[in-house]
């Protein structure tokens, strides 16, 4: 098993796994042994916070093979580990709060402030065109 980059665990794919609820201590290497029943585990990335270099208490892990990933999902989700129940499913694409292939629910976001810099001005002109394409994607066209 290697060690999977920041910048390759960001990538989607049905082979990679979110591993949530992780106890603070867990090291790749128990990760590894946990996953490797189920398939050969290509890599393993716990995230980490980037100020203070602490676990932030989730991680990904990667298969070979999405059977090897879907095993692990049915098997480990609500498995208890250092007595804390993990939370195991496909990895999300990074910022989409949604698996790839589910409709997009939008209902949750927030609406883009007109009060800061960006969003309409008091006369309902946009302010740039950095703000006008913002609020073009939160809220379409504007006319």
Not at 65 to 92: D, F, M, P, Y
Not at 124 to 142: L, Y
């Amino acid at each position: 098993c290697t060690m999977i980059d920041e910048e390759d665990s960001l990538e989607y794919n049905e082979k990679k796994i979110f591993v949530g609820n992780l106890p603070f201590t867990i090291q790749p290497e128990d990760l590894e042994q946990l996953f490797r029943k189920f398939g050969e585990v290509i890599g393993v990335n716990i995230r980490k916070d980037r100020s203070t270099d602490k676990p932030k208490g989730f991680a990904f892990v990667t298969f070979d093979s999405e059977e090897s990933a879907s095993s692990a999902i049915a098997t480990l989700n609500g498995h208890s580990l250092h007595g804390r129940i993990l939370t195991v499913k496909k990895a999300a694409l990074r910022g989409s709060g949604k698996l790839t292939g589910e409709s997009e629910d939008t209902s949750w976001k927030t609406v883009p402030s007109t009060k800061s810099k960006g969003g309409k001005k008091s006369d309902g002109k946009v302010k740039s065109k950095t703000a006008q394409r913002t609020w073009e994607n939160w809220a379409g066209p504007i006319k």
